[in-house]
Antibody, heavy 117, light 108 residues
């Protein structure tokens, strides 16, 4: 079965960086686009970033454009999110999600990122 | 950016009752709308995609309808495990992919 396991979350000061990773298994990873979606405490989900199955195409939400970078390693079945210049508003649970026609078919359990001084 | 507005914010119902949830888009999204269920401490779960298609394993009591700007998620007879928050999401025009603000279905 599909399994997505995020890691790398934690507490970080504003302006600092953090890198999240998502390990995928149970499906042909190199055939599927992937997304990162975040959810601030008590709020609804917010789409963050997309990467095509081969890593050639990437898209970002305006709120993270220029600060976050999505990447993937199809040899290791992982997708990453490099987050720079973090802001308190980036505090959220970050989920990686397997795409299904630009919907989110399968999700990981999430990793919490807290940006606070 | 396409804004999705869900109503009501909270729906208080008893098990066995019918639930009708609404999602309205700020512009047409054709049929490119999905519904998700989220329980506390869990990731969202895809229920319905392309307005009316059920994801694998979704019970028959869940159904979706609508097109253009107005969509409905119906739960025909609420089971105890259906009390949760429900979100709609559009994929017609992106980036960004956008979600609605959610409807909480709570036990009356």
């Amino acid at each position: 079965q599909v399994q997505l396991v995020e890691s790398g979350g934690g507490v970080v000061h504003p302006g600092r960086s953090l890198r999240l990773s998502c390990a995928a298994s149970g499906f042909p990873f190199n055939s599927y686009p992937m997304h990162w979606v975040r959810q601030a405490p008590g709020k609804g989900p917010e789409w963050v970033a997309f990467i095509s199955y081969d890593g050639r195409f990437k898209k970002y939400a305006d709120s993270v454009q220029g600060r976050f970078t999505i990447s993937r390693d199809n040899s290791k079945n992982t997708v990453g999110l490099q987050m720079n210049t973090l802001e308190p508003e980036d505090t959220a649970v970050y989920f990686c999600a397997k795409a299904y026609g630009d919907y989110f078919q399968d999700w990981g359990q999430g990793t919490l990122v807290t940006v606070s001084s | 950016e396409i804004v999705l507005t869900q109503s009501p914010a909270t729906l208080s119902l008893s098990p066995g009752e019918r639930a009708t949830l609404s999602c309205r888009a700020s512009q047409s999204v054709s049929s490119y709308l999905a519904w998700y269920q989220q329980k506390p401490g869990q990731a969202p779960r895809l229920l319905i995609y392309d307005a009316s298609n059920k994801a694998p394993g979704v019970p028959d009591r869940f159904s979706g309808s609508g097109s253009g700007t107005d969509f409905t998620l119906t739960i025909s007879s609420l089971e105890p495990e259906d009390f949760a928050v429900y979100y709609c999401q559009q994929r017609h025009k992106w980036p960004p992919l956008t979600f609605g603000g959610g409807t909480k279905v709570e036990i009356k």
